[in-house]
């Protein structure tokens, strides 16, 4: 793994930039026991949105779910670990301040998105690959009763749904993609359009 360089003070002129950097010094690493890297399983996620005319905002956190595990100081998983990383908790901290909530929202409950949708959905659980099966258990397992209406009362909890179902599919090894690139004039207008609306 490439070691963490410093982060420069971040704000919304250079933040899309750092990600991209993270992206190209990152992106090769493992994901959890996957067939696919980080990089391949994000821009998977975006592209599905974007098949699926999701709105930029959607797309951008499609793209940046999982971009906890780069940011995180618990590093990335293995299928050994015994603990969650949080990683959706440091990513919805790193994006907030710059991307609108819908977007550090989706980030922030992706996980908590496969723990409903294993309560709600029967079909659900056996379409999960066997690495996202292991990281369940560790993460809560499926959402009690109390907890489905807790998630249902997040005003952007079926855009992190949408956000889950990209992330459940974007595992599929040998997938023609975009390069991340593709996405940094996408992620420039949102961030540019929350800083107006700030």
């Avoid at 015994?82 to 996980?111: M, Q, T, W």
């Avoid at 961030?191 to 107006?196: E, K, L, N, S, Y």
């Amino acid at each position: 793994m490439t070691a963490p360089q410093t982060a420069p003070k971040l704000d919304r002129s250079n933040i899309v930039e750092f990600i991209a950097d993270i992206f190209e010094r990152r992106g090769a690493e493992s994901y959890l026991g996957e067939k696919v890297s980080m990089s391949e399983h994000m821009l998977q996620g975006a592209l599905l949105a974007e098949k699926e005319g999701a709105s930029e905002e959607l797309v951008a956190a499609a793209l940046l779910h999982d971009i906890g595990h780069y940011t995180s100081e618990f590093g990335p998983m293995s299928l050994g670990d015994e603990r969650d990383n949080y990683h959706e908790e440091s990513g919805a901290k790193v994006l907030a301040p710059f991307f609108p909530a819908v977007i550090s929202e989706c980030v922030r409950l992706h996980v908590p998105a496969k723990r409903y949708l294993c309560a709600t959905d029967k079909g659900y659980y056996d379409r999960l690959s066997e690495a996202s099966k292991h990281t369940l258990m560790l993460q809560g397992g499926p959402m009690s009763a109390e907890e489905v209406a807790a998630f249902e009362s997040n005003p952007f909890h079926r855009e992190a749904v949408r956000v889950r179902i990209w992330d459940d599919e974007g595992k599929t090894p040998g997938v023609k993609t975009p390069e991340f690139r593709h996405y940094v004039p996408l992620l420039k207008r949102v961030v540019d359009r929350q800083g107006r609306a700030a």
